[in-house]
C-alpha cells in the first residue's frame, strides 16, 4: 500500500519523537491537548521540513487542513515559509493561519522573504492586525515586532499596536513583548506610549514589567519606567 505524502511525514516525525521533550514541550503549550503533541526537537523538525519542502507530492499535505498533529502544524509553517513568491505566500499564510491553535506555530512563523520587506506586506499585516482569530492577530504583530523595528520602521506601526483592543492574552502577551523590543531598539519612540497610557493597563504594565527584565534596557531607563507603572 503506497502512503500518501501526509502519511510519510507523519511517520517521520513518530521516527523523531522524544517522550521526554513530549512531556516538557505539552507544558509550554497548554492549549493544544497533549495526545496531538509527538515531541519532535525543533532542529530536527526544521530539516525534515527542509527535505520535504522540495519534494513535488508535498502541496498534498499543505491542503490538508487541518493538520492533526501539533509538528505537523510546525513542519507546514516551515515549509511555506520557505516560499520565495509574495503571492503565493500570502495566499498560503491566509490558508494556514485561521488553523494555528497555539503560540509556539505562530511564533515559529518566520518567513525568509519578509526580511526584504516586500511591498504589498505593511497592507496584508494591517489586514492580519483586524483579524477575528488571535493568532493571526498576534502573527501580524510579531511581523511588525521582527521586520519594522529597525529598517523600514515608522511609529504609526507602534500606534497600531498600542491600540488594539482585544482580550485574548496571547494576544495581550505580543502586544507587550512588541514594546518591550521597541524600548530596547526605539526608546524614545516607544517611551511616549507608555506615558499616555495609550495601551490597555494589563498590556501597559506587563510591558514596563519585561523590559524591566530586560538586558537591552538601561538600568537608567528601567527607573523611569517603574514610575510608569499603573495601578
Avoid at 96 to 101: E, G, N
Amino acid at each position: 500500500m503506497t502512503l500518501s505524502v501526509s502519511e510519510k511525514i507523519r511517520r517521520d516525525l513518530f521516527d523523531l519523537a522524544d517522550p521526554s521533550y513530549k512531556a516538557f514541550h505539552a507544558r509550554l503549550i497548554p492549549t493544544v491537548d497533549p495526545e496531538r503533541i509527538i515531541g519532535v526537537r525543533t532542529p530536527a523538525l526544521r530539516k525534515l521540513a527542509k527535505r520535504w519542502s522540495g519534494d513535488d507530492a508535498i502541496g498534498g499535505f499543505l491542503a490538508e487542513l487541518p493538520h492533526r498533529y501539533y509538528e505537523e502544524n510546525n513542519v507546514h509553517g516551515e515549509i511555506i515559509g520557505r516560499y520565495r513568491d509574495f503571492a503565493a505566500l500570502i495566499d498560503a499564510l491566509d490558508a494556514f493561519l485561521p488553523h494555528v491553535d497555539n503560540w509556539a506555530t505562530c511564533d515559529m512563523l518566520r518567513p525568509a522573504l519578509f526580511k526584504k520587506r516586500p511591498e504589498g506586506l505593511l497592507p496584508v499585516v494591517y489586514r492580519w492586525l483586524e483579524a477575528e482569530h488571535p493568532y493571526t492577530v498576534r502573527f501580524g504583530v510579531s511581523v511588525l515586532m521582527t521586520y519594522y523595528l529597525d529598517d523600514g520602521f515608522d511609529a504609526a506601526f507602534l500606534e497600531k499596536a498600542a491600540t488594539l483592543r482585544r482580550e485574548e492574552y496571547y494576544i495581550k502577551m505580543m502586544v507587550a513583548w512588541y514594546f518591550v523590543t521597541a524600548l530596547a531598539k526605539r526608546y524614545e519612540d516607544a517611551v511616549p506610549f507608555l506615558e499616555k497610557g495609550t495601551l490597555d493597563p494589563w498590556t501597559h504594565n506587563k510591558a514596563i514589567q519585561k523590559a524591566r527584565e530586560s538586558y537591552r534596557v538601561s538600568d537608567e531607563r528601567k527607573a523611569y519606567l517603574k514610575t510608569l507603572k499603573r495601578k
